[in-house]
């Protein structure tokens, strides 16, 4: 494919194919591991992208009129902790003229997002709310479905469509057409009584029984609901009351036993590096298979944070409600970095806003406050820039740096919550194992049944060789005994 078309690709995403193992597995999971179809679907996904430009997509290159009308945006999550996609169906109407631009947007939102947070699936939401006849275009909803079904591959969780117009089933029945079995069963079609089997009231808006205020314009780009700074003793209210002084001296000897860890986590962090020059000044070699998954640390070009995804808590029953984030400054700059989440009033960090010295590691305590659980929903944003050596690292000079660094200059990271149910101890929570390294999302555990089920197919396949085989040696050795006790027949027949 890549040397007979290789003109009709665009060289990033073949470069990226050829390094992200996780979007390979994507392409296959989607094709249900079959090779040709998973080629087939690479093949036509990549002559899209060029077609499209979706790697050189960007706010500066649509028309500002497309994000001001609000009719394609992220905001919120489901409650399987999801990201929700938003097409306020109401706000779209028919135009030839508009529609490259309207499908480009489409494109860079999820680009936009794949990029950001590394694939994570969508649950889409069609609010077909106030809408009616003038608004039904199957050219653009074919496009959207085409986006999910052909070209982001295992990125679609469930279309959700809110309050479908009884004219528009015939169009929907066109709809279902095109969808193939695996996307039609992820089509919930619900009213204001029942969306809510699906997302919670607090990321629904009033109109469909939901207690959202949240309310669309822009700039900026409408895909976040982080507050910041997160307060190092929390929200400001009085729940700190909550906590009995037995917890407080626990927090106490806590810090101190992370000191002594700490320092060790420096040494570790000191042969890291050595071994990370070792690696730049060697690109040519060939890196394992197996290198990438072996990682539990995102590597940005000013931090390295551990762990590079998730932070894993436990619920209300297992008690677990400390994690560690580990930062690591890799340039030769005062780094400074703050932390947002989308749950301010759950939780503490420690320290929320402050600066890290070159080449040195520093420990983020993320802790709950009491009678709070942590939720899928939940998400936490770490933002670093590099600051100058004159500059000062307190509080005064930390605020100020912040109102003044370019955004262009600011290294974003997220991290997602994972709760964990078992009443077993884990060795992920802070009191266990201050490197916090997180057990296998449901992710790889899904990827790996997915390779458990394919050597299944071929041991039945193998199986059903053999019985084959079997059978073909019963009946071959039938007709010999035949065979055999016909001659013998025949030469008694002739002595008769």
Known sequence: YFLDKSDKYDSRDVERLQQDDKWVENYLIWRHDVVDDTLKMIDESFQWRKEYTVNDLSESVLPKWLFEIGALFLHGYDKEGYKLFWFK???????????????????????????????????????????GISHIDLDFVRFIVNCFTDYYPNFLTKIVIFEMPWIMNAAFKIVKGWLGPDAISMLKFTNKNDVQEYISAEYLPPHMGGTDSFKYSYPPLVDDDFQTPLCENGPITSEDEHESKEEIDADTKETGELNEAQNLNQKKMNSIEQISKSEETDKTEVKPKNAKKALTTFKGPLLHISPAEELFFGSKETGEKKCLIVLTNVTKNVVAFKVRTTAPEKYRVKPSNSSCEPGTSLDIIVSLHGGFAASLQDRFLIMAAEMDQSSGAGVPELTQFWKEVPRTKVMEHRLRCHVIESSKPSSLTLKDNAFNIPAKTNEDLHIQLTHLLQINKRLEEQMNRCLWFQQLSVVLSLLSVTVAAFCFYLAYAQRS
């Open 89 to 131: 169906v109401k706000h779209h109407t028919r135009d030839p003229k508009q529609q490259l631009d309207k499908k480009k947007l489409v494109a860079f939102w999820l680009e936009h997002y794949a990029k950001r947070d590394h694939g994570k699936p969508l649950t889409v939401v069609f609010d077909m709310a106030e809408t």
